[in-house]
């Protein structure tokens, strides 16, 4: 940890940090209230991790624990690697339910975005059976328990499992937050990518009353007469 604390402290960067403070939304009443930067980027912050990778699990709870988001992003990245190199089911279920636990240290939209996919997703991506998980977080009030659950699908997704995206995606059809429009905007563009007609069989029925910004995230693919059609209305 000292060795971590240590590089951390070498490569911080104040006039980055307050940059990425404003990006991340850190003010007061925003959805990243609180977060503190270093001003960090993500190549650099990957290299320190690699230094941290024997961390305990309570190493790893400690560095979730900060309000430094940088600390959030490593301990994450070394619970990856865990996961990763896990190999075991017990094991991986234990580190799956600590994510899980954790979810209001994941507070931010890029440590959802980079994880929840590679440790939710993945370790749901052969038990359908245990999927209710994801519905559970997407019917939660917790801006980022409903993130965590529709970008989870993305691992369902890139193997061609389509239907928990569309069962979530409709579930947060009429949510209020930016964020979770750009992510379901953004995972059905991904359904697209791979299977057009799925997609569109989605947006038929349910593009009119869908928020803007999720309707353009999930046409922003699609050709430019066919996009103007669904911003009109006319499909």
Same mark, same amino acid.
């Given at each position: 940890?000292?060795?971590l ?30 977060d ?14 690699k ?5 305990s ?5 400690t ?26 089911e017990?094991?991986k279920?234990q #580190? ?5 636990k954790?979810?209001?240290r ?18 749901l ?16 009030s ?11 699908t993305?691992?369902?997704i ?6 928990d995206c ?5 579930? #947060? #059809? ?6 979770i429009?750009?992510?379901v ?14 997609e ?13 910004t999720?309707?353009?995230?999930a ?11 669904? #911003?009109?209305?006319l499909?």
């Amino acid at each position: 940890m000292k060795k971590l604390e240590t590089l951390l402290n070498q490569h911080k960067d104040p006039e980055q940090a307050k940059n990425l403070q404003r990006f991340f939304k850190t003010g007061k009443g925003e959805y990243g209230e609180g977060d503190i930067f270093l001003g960090i980027k993500v190549p650099v912050l990957r290299k320190i991790a690699k230094q941290g990778k024997g961390l305990s699990i309570k190493n790893i709870q400690t560095l979730l624990d900060t309000e430094i988001h940088e600390k959030r992003f490593i301990g994450l990245l070394i619970l990856q690697d865990k996961y990763n190199k896990a190999d075991d089911e017990k094991s991986k279920k234990q #580190l799956f339910d600590f994510f899980l636990k954790n979810y209001k240290r994941i507070n931010n939209w890029d440590l959802v975005d980079i994880f929840a996919p590679k440790i939710v997703g993945h370790y749901l991506l052969d038990k359908a059976d245990k999927r209710k998980i994801l519905y559970e977080l997407a019917n939660s009030s917790n801006l980022w328990k409903k993130r965590i659950a529709i970008l989870s699908t993305l691992t369902f997704i890139r193997n061609n499992d389509f239907k928990d995206c569309l069962k979530i995606s409709k579930i #947060l #059809l009429n949510d209020q937050h930016d964020l979770i429009h750009k992510a379901v905007g953004w995972m059905l563009r991904e359904v697209g990518k791979r299977d057009q007609k799925v997609e569109e069989d989605f947006l038929k029925k349910h593009y009119q009353k869908m928020p803007r910004t999720m309707l353009r995230y999930a046409i922003e693919k699609f050709e430019g007469k066919k996009r103007k059609q669904y #911003l009109k209305g006319l499909i």
